[in-house]
C-alpha cells in the first residue's frame, strides 16, 4: 500500500469512502431522456430578451445575499404564504445537505420510503447520519403503519418523502402522509420536485404542522441548468437554517436569469400542459407493446418493466435513445427502466426503438 493510499485512508471518513460518486451518463449524440428535464427551448424573441436581461447583470459585483427578487417572484408563483419564509439552494440538493447538517449529530437518524430520491440517502452518509430505509408497498405505494413502526423505534430527526415519487412516479396516499406527519418527532420534508405535473401541493398546508417543511425545485420546469431549489416552512425553522446556508449561495446570473423565466408563466404553464399531454400518450403506446407494464405516473417521466431489461436498455442506446436503467439498485426496481418524456418526435423515436428493442 503507498503512501497516499494510506494517508487518504486515514483522513478520509470511511462512510465517505465506501459512496460511489453520483454518475451522470454521457449522452453524446442521442436523445436524452433520461434526467427528466423539460425538452422544449424558448421561441427566438424571448430568448433574446433574457441574453439581454442577462448582459444587464455587474458580474464583477457579488449577488443579492438574499435574493430578495426572486423570492418575491417565487412567492407568487408557487402560492406560498405570507406568514411562511423561504430559503433558496444551489439545486436541492443543496437544500438536502443543509437540512442534513443542521440536525445533524451523534446518533441522529434520516428516514425515507425506498426506492425513492438517491441523494436523501447519499447525503446522509457524506454528513455522517444514519439512513433509514421503509420499503415502499410491492405497488410503490407508502405503507404507512411501517413508516410510523420505523419512525416510533428510530427517533429521526429527518424524514424526506418525495410527493410525487422518484423513480416511481406515484402519488402516495394523503392520509398516509398525514400519519408520518404526526407520528414524526422532527421535521418531514415533502419534496415536490414534480409538482408541477402533478398538480398537487402541501404547501398551504404548513401552517397546520410545526415539523413540516415543502422543497421545491424548478429543474423539471424548464430551468435545470440554473440549478435552483425553495424551501417554505416556518420562519422559525428556516432562521436556524440561514446560520449555516452559505453566503451568495445563488448566483447572480440564476437570480436574474429565474425571476425573468417566472414573469413568463403562461409560456411555463403551456409546455408543462403540452409534456402532460405527451405523458399520457407515450403510458397508452406502452400499455400496446406486449411484454411491458407501465406504472402510473404523475411526473415528467415513467416507470416501466421488460424482460431482460439490461439488454433492452442497451438496444435503446444503440438506436440512439438514452433512457434510465434502474435494473439492479434495488429489489423492487429489478427489471426497471425509466423514460422522461421528451418531445413529440422524440418519444416518437423511442417507442420505435422499444418495440424493437424489446
Given amino acids: 500500500m503507498g503512501a497516499l493510499t ?4 486515514h483522513w478520509i471518513r470511511p462512510s465517505v469512502r465506501t459512496l460511489r460518486a453520483y454518475h451522470v451518463a454521457d449522452a453524446g449524440n442521442m436523445i436524452k431522456l433520461d434526467a427528466m428535464e423539460n425538452p422544449n427551448i424558448w421561441p427566438g424573441e424571448l430568448e433574446q430578451a433574457w441574453l439581454q436581461a442577462l448582459g444587464a447583470v455587474q458580474i464583477n459585483r457579488y449577488p443579492d445575499a438574499r435574493a430578495q ?4 417572484a417565487l412567492r407568487t408563483y408557487m402560492d406560498i404564504p405570507a406568514s411562511l419564509d423561504i430559503m433558496l439552494g444551489n439545486g436541492s440538493d443543496e437544500l438536502i445537505q443543509l437540512l442534513q447538517l443542521a440536525v445533524g449529530g451523534p446518533g441522529r437518524k434520516v428516514l425515507a420510503p425506498t426506492p425513492s430520491f438517491v441523494m436523501y440517502e447519499m447525503i446522509a452518509a457524506a454528513v455522517g447520519m444514519e439512513f433509514v430505509a421503509v420499503s415502499l408497498r410491492d405497488s410503490f405505494d407508502l405503507d404507512a403503519h411501517a413508516m410510523c413502526v420505523a419512525i416510533e423505534e428510530h427517533q429521526p430527526a429527518l424524514v424526506f418523502i418525495a410527493w410525487p415519487n422518484n423513480p416511481t412516479g406515484n402519488l402516495f396516499d394523503t392520509q398516509a402522509l398525514e400519519a408520518v406527519i404526526e407520528a414524526s418527532p422532527g421535521l418531514v420534508v415533502i419534496d415536490e420536485a414534480y409538482q408541477p405535473f402533478s398538480k398537487k401541493t402541501w404547501m398551504s398546508r404548513l401552517d397546520q404542522y410545526d415539523n413540516l417543511l415543502v422543497m421545491r425545485t424548478l429543474s423539471k420546469m424548464g430551468m435545470a ?3 435552483l431549489g425553495v424551501l417554505a416552512g416556518k420562519r422559525a425553522w428556516l ?15 440564476t437570480q436574474t436569469g429565474a425571476a425573468f423565466v417566472l414573469e413568463h408563466q ?3 404553464g403551456g409546455q408543462i400542459e403540452q409534456i402532460c399531454v405527451e405523458r399520457q400518450r407515450v403510458i397508452e403506446a406502452l400499455q400496446a407493446i406486449a411484454g411491458v407494464k407501465v406504472y402510473p405516473s404523475h411526473t415528467n417521466f415513467i416507470l416501466f418493466r421488460v424482460e431482460n431489461a439490461d439488454t433492452v436498455f442497451m438496444r435503446l442506446k444503440q ?7 434502474l435494473n439492479g439498485v434495488s429489489a423492487a426496481l429489478d427489471s426497471c427502466l425509466r423514460v422522461t418524456i421528451g418531445l413529440c418526435k422524440e418519444n416518437d423515436a423511442f417507442l420505435s426503438a422499444l418495440v424493437q428493442a424489446a
Fill in 6 to 9: 494510506k494517508r487518504i485512508e
Fill in 69 to 72: 427578487e426572486l423570492k418575491d
Fill in 225 to 227: 441548468g440554473l440549478r
Fill in 239 to 253: 432562521q436556524e437554517f440561514e446560520k449555516i446556508r452559505l453566503p451568495y449561495n445563488i448566483n447572480s446570473l
Fill in 266 to 268: 403562461g409560456l411555463i
Fill in 319 to 325: 438506436s440512439g435513445i438514452l433512457v434510465k436503467n
